[in-house]
Nanobody
């Protein structure tokens, strides 16, 4: 199996910055896409940003120009640099990774992390 672990959440004032990290581990052969999602209280989980293995990125309109996603393929790690944070960014942020792993056979994985809380408040 593949484990995905997020870190870097916390409390920040409006206008501040945070950097989230997410590392995938296990018998990974390749990771096609890694992404960040978030879920605010009473709302559905939504895509924040994702990045493909060759670097193509997608961003939610609400975070374009403020958030930057990047990845280190050698470390199976993805980052989310969040700048100019606003209270509406408050949510639990989840990392997701999808790719191939090998145990006895080669299989696809689509794994979620446990989430990290981001709170933007003065």
């Amino acid at each position: 199996q593949v484990q995905v672990v997020e870190s870097g959440g916390g409390l920040v004032q409006p206008g501040g910055s945070l950097r989230l990290s997410c590392a995938a581990s296990g018998s990974i052969l390749s990771i096609n896409i890694m992404g960040w999602y978030r879920q605010a209280p009473g709302k559905q989980r939504e895509l924040v940003a994702d990045i493909y293995s060759l670097g193509r990125t997608n961003y939610a309109d609400s975070v374009k120009g403020r958030f930057t996603i990047s990845r280190d393929n050698a470390k199976n790690t993805v980052y989310l640099q969040m700048d100019s944070l606003i209270p509406e960014d408050t949510a639990v942020y989840y990392c997701k990774a999808r790719g191939l792993f090998k145990r006895t056979t080669i299989s696809e994985f689509d794994s979620w992390g446990q989430g990290t809380q981001v709170t933007v408040s003065s």
